[in-house]
């Protein structure tokens, strides 16, 4: 029996009381340096900053801007803000119209309402929806059911698309099961995703005639030139035929009419490759990392960042010259590749604007494809001004190495993860260094378990929004959409090693002093996991802090987040210097 369940109850009284307790005495302890850093971090989290970007022509791209001012540009022009109290938090390209698709949300929520934005109008399509598409000349969409059955019956969270008021597919989607769509005039493209790893191509001339055009690790559809174009792990395919295999691992694919762009990863940056369509490379580009990129006729659309610039938004178009049509924000930090020999070879970024720092901040994530790469400093650039170090690990379960660095850290193999991160917090402790393990989400998990099985390489603990009860995950809110990544703890081939690392489970006495923080709104990872390893904790003896926030899982609003990480770093720095 599980003597906190009561803590999953958001409207639980106990609950109330146990977190209103639990902020009061963080804010006793932290709270007065917190508000000293508040100013400072605002003044961060206001600055802009591109959410996402596609391009609208071949003249224009489509911009979402975040930060002080929260707006969609088409090229240099405001063309959407959202009302106040809200935060656009998405832009879509909508296939078959000059509209623009704008998912929006409350502050402080993670469910997003999803708008059509023209010269002259503004219509609401509803909410959790995603994708519009026209089709035929009827307006579509993705309706995604988290937490509710669809219509239609069927268990949740799933999809399901709709033409009109009518579900034209998904009512055989298994729960965790997701889709995507893109159409070229009269042909539907529909990609059918089973987690972060597998996925269903469906092409045809409605949604009754949809025939499965190929399955595999990881399917992206990218044209229509002569034939369907798409992606399948790292090759690219015209109507089933290979045309080119990647030695990287490809994080994208554009068409530029005769032409591809191909973004992999290389040397942990992501340099442009440029192949016929024939595949045979025809130019090479460096870049430290394009987070979007997306092409419209022969133009090229990049959104570029780095350790040292927050954001450079170019275009280029043919063999003309690049055109740099917005940049901001420069720092000066030293970046040094760093590269540690333990089961694997392992890679991080090691930033430092001093040679003795205070400590160091082992900041990872390690799971569902997701590669830590150059980015600009945010909250960590507070740390970074006041002489610490931050570590950036490469782990295996992200995809810096593809995807069999994926498969190496999920299911069965995730502890390869928690081992990885141990190496580079060894590392820093051979090297007499303080160290404070971060993470968040399911680096929240990574943090959690590492802290259980390596306690001595800890001197700090931040675990953030963090998923920790691993024999529960799939039961509260969308959990099923991980059990892809994780295993499903109700099979008994992943239930005792679920059981053997799962942080919530797995505490002990005598932990490093653990600072964790959720979001009262978060709808993604519950609130629920921060909050009963907290009290287990605690009961355990453990010096263990929660700040529950009053945001989502993630954009929220720069004030939330200045204060979030206001908290964060009053307890590093208490954390250290008591060290």
């Known amino acids: 029996?599980?003597?906190?369940?009561?803590?999953?109850?958001?409207?639980?009284?106990?609950?109330?009381?146990?977190?209103e307790k639990e902020n009061k005495k963080t804010e006793e302890k932290l709270g007065k340096r917190a508000k000293e850093l508040y100013p400072r971090l605002l003044e961060i989290y206001r600055e802009p900053y591109v959410l996402s970007m596609f391009a609208y022509d071949e003249n224009n791209p489509a911009i979402l801007l975040y930060g002080e001012k929260n707006q969609v540009l088409l090229g240099n022009k405001v063309i959407y803000t959202p009302p106040k109290d809200y935060v656009a938090s998405l832009i879509w390209k909508v296939y078959n119209s000059k509209e623009i698709g704008v998912s929006v949300q409350k502050k402080g929520s993670d469910k997003v309402t999803t708008f059509l934005i023209s010269e002259n109008s503004v219509k609401e399509l509803g909410e959790m929806v995603e994708s519009p598409f026209y089709f035929k000349g009827e307006l579509c969409y993705v309706k995604s059911y988290r937490y509710s059955p669809p219509p239609d019956g069927g268990e949740y969270p799933t999809d399901r698309v709709f033409c009109g008021d009518e579900i034209v597919y998904g009512k055989d989607l298994k729960p965790g099961e997701f889709v995507s769509i893109r159409v070229f005039n009269d042909l539907i493209t529909?990609?059918?995703?089973?987690?972060?790893r597998y996925s269903e191509l469906y092409a045809g001339e409605d949604f009754n005639s949809l025939k499965k055009i190929d399955e595999g690790e990881v399917i992206d559809v990218i044209d229509y030139v002569n034939g369907l174009i798409y992606q399948k792990n790292d090759a690219v395919y015209l109507d089933g035929k290979k045309i080119l295999q990647?030695?990287?691992?490809?994080?994208?694919?554009?068409?530029?009419?005769?032409?591809?762009?191909?973004?992999?990863?290389?040397?942990?940056?992501?340099?442009?490759?440029?192949?016929d369509l024939k595949g045979?490379?025809?130019?090479?580009?460096?870049?430290?990392?394009v987070e979007f990129m997306d092409s419209e006729g022969s133009s090229l659309f990049l959104v570029e960042t780095s350790f040292n610039y927050k954001f450079r938004i170019s275009r280029k178009k043919g063999e003309k010259e690049e055109e740099v049509i917005m940049q901001y924000g420069n720092y000066d930090v030293t970046v040094k590749d760093v590269y540690i020999k333990g089961d694997v070879l392992l890679h991080g970024f090691l930033l430092s604007k001093v040679n003795n720092p205070k400590g160091v901040i082992v900041y990872g994530y390690g799971g569902f494809r997701i590669s830590l790469l150059p980015s600009f400093p945010m909250s960590t650039r507070v740390l970074l001004d006041e002489g610490?170090?931050?570590?950036?690990?490469?782990?295996?379960g992200g995809y810096e190495n593809g995807e069999e660095w994926h498969k190496d850290g999920m299911l069965l193999n995730k502890k390869n993860v928690f081992k990885d991160f141990?190496?580079?917090?060894?590392?820093?402790?051979?090297?007499?260094?303080?160290?404070?393990?971060?993470?968040?989400?399911?680096?929240?998990?990574?943090?959690?378990?590492?802290?259980?099985?390596?306690?001595?390489?800890?001197?700090?603990?931040?675990i953030g929004h963090p998923v920790l009860d691993m024999l529960k995950y799939d039961k509260l809110y969308v959990g099923k959409y991980w059990v892809e990544e994780y295993g499903d703890p109700n099979d008994p081939k992943y239930?005792?090693?679920?059981?053997?690392?799962?942080?919530?489970?797995?505490?002990?006495?005598?932990?490093?002093?653990?600072?964790?923080?959720?979001?009262?709104?978060?709808?993604?990872?519950h609130p629920a996991h921060a909050l009963k390893y907290v009290a287990k904790s605690e009961e355990l003896s453990n010096d263990v802090m929660l700040f529950v926030n009053d945001s989502g899982h993630s954009i929220a609003d720069p004030e939330s987040e200045a204060r979030e990480y206001s908290y964060v770093i009053a307890f590093i720095e208490e954390c250290t210097s008591n060290k």
């Open 1 to 19: 029996m599980d003597k906190f369940e009561y803590l999953e109850d958001l409207n639980d009284e106990r609950t109330k009381s146990f977190i």
């Open 388 to 396: 610490y170090s931050v570590l950036i690990t490469n782990l295996r």
């Open 246 to 275: 990647l030695d990287y691992p490809v994080l994208g694919v554009s068409s530029l009419k005769d032409s591809l762009a191909v973004e992999v990863i290389k040397d942990y940056r992501t340099p442009l490759l440029f192949y």
């Open 495 to 525: 239930r005792d090693y679920l059981l053997s690392y799962s942080p919530y489970h797995n505490l002990k006495r005598s932990l490093p002093k653990t600072f964790v923080y959720t979001g009262i709104n978060d709808d993604r990872v």
């Open 190 to 196: 529909l990609t059918r995703n089973k987690g972060w």
């Open 280 to 289: 045979y490379k025809i130019g090479e580009e460096n870049h430290d990392n």
């Open 422 to 462: 141990s190496e580079f917090l060894m590392t820093v402790k051979m090297m007499g260094g303080k160290t404070i393990a971060m993470g968040g989400s399911n680096g929240g998990l990574l943090v959690g378990a590492t802290e259980n099985e390596y306690q001595d390489l800890i001197d700090c603990a931040v």
